[in-house]
């Protein structure tokens, strides 16, 4: 089956996949997607099929939505509380972007790679599409634990502790983190990064990678929350969700790189 699907070219497959899936989207009853963020994600979804096939894509499809449903979880105990997500959970642009683009900037350098625009010769780097390749699902390993955590947290977190100072603190609260959550996210980052493996974009290192780079990020980015979010206005959630993709990405490369080292 996946090598008929190869065999087609991939723009059409893209294309003709992703405005099935927009259609179907449009018109379901509960909307996980905005209007605009429907057609931000329609562009996403073919940039990934393209440069990555079927395999990348069913990674950010597993992330979009385990991510989604996680979200929803104890969702009218939440909106009661004013911690929910904006608009019952349904993803904007922001929101596909501030996923995303990580991921989306790491299978458009796989794929430039691929297409001999560019050939990549250096001792340091024996295989930099590889990297990439661990990069792009480790930064979905990261964003999905952070999505769990928080969103697990927030509905059953029984303490809820500032990660700075380990105060006490109200569930929802910017750098909060919870037993609950904390391990909810471990569970996720490991499930995703599994898919990248049986898809094989990774291998078993790959996975050990992406799961402590995602809790490496998680809980830096919690740190970014508790002291930097409040004090600049640009430093929105999805600007911090950049930044905690992009840290678990060069974090899995890094730790990668080390094991490389130390094992030649």
């Not at 929105?236 to 060069?250: K, P």
């Amino acid at each position: 089956m996946s090598s008929l699907i190869d065999s087609v070219n991939p723009w059409l497959v893209a294309i003709g996949l992703n405005t099935i899936l927009l259609g179907l989207a449009w018109i379901a009853p509960k909307k996980l997607l905005t209007p605009a963020g429907l057609f931000h994600a329609w562009f996403l979804a073919i940039l990934i099929w393209v440069t990555l096939g079927w395999q990348g894509y069913a990674v950010v499809m597993f992330y979009f939505l385990v991510g989604s449903g996680v979200t929803r979880i104890g969702m009218a105990q939440k909106e009661a509380e004013g911690i929910a997500e904006k608009r019952s959970g349904a993803r904007g642009p922001e929101n596909v972007w501030g996923s995303a683009l990580t991921g989306a900037l790491c299978a458009l350098g796989v794929g430039i790679i691929n297409s001999g625009f560019i050939v990549p010769s250096s001792p340091l780097v024996p295989n930099p599409q590889s990297l990439l390749l661990l990069a792009y699902v480790a930064s979905f390993s990261t964003k999905l634990a952070d999505t769990t955590a928080s969103e697990v947290g927030k509905a059953y977190g029984k303490s809820t502790f500032l990660i700075t100072t380990l105060q006490p603190v109200p569930r929802g609260t910017e750098g909060a983190v919870s037993l609950e959550g904390t391990l909810a996210g471990i569970v996720a980052s490991v499930a995703i990064a599994f898919v990248g493996w049986g898809v094989g974009l990774i291998d078993l290192f790959g996975v050990a990678w992406c799961v402590l780079a995602a809790f490496i990020a998680t809980n830096l980015e919690s740190v970014i929350g508790a002291t930097l979010q409040s004090k600049y206005t640009w430093l929105t959630n999805e600007v911090v969700n950049i930044f905690n993709t992009l840290i678990g990405a060069i974090a899995a490369v890094i730790l990668a790189w080390i094991w490389i080292s130390i094992i030649k």
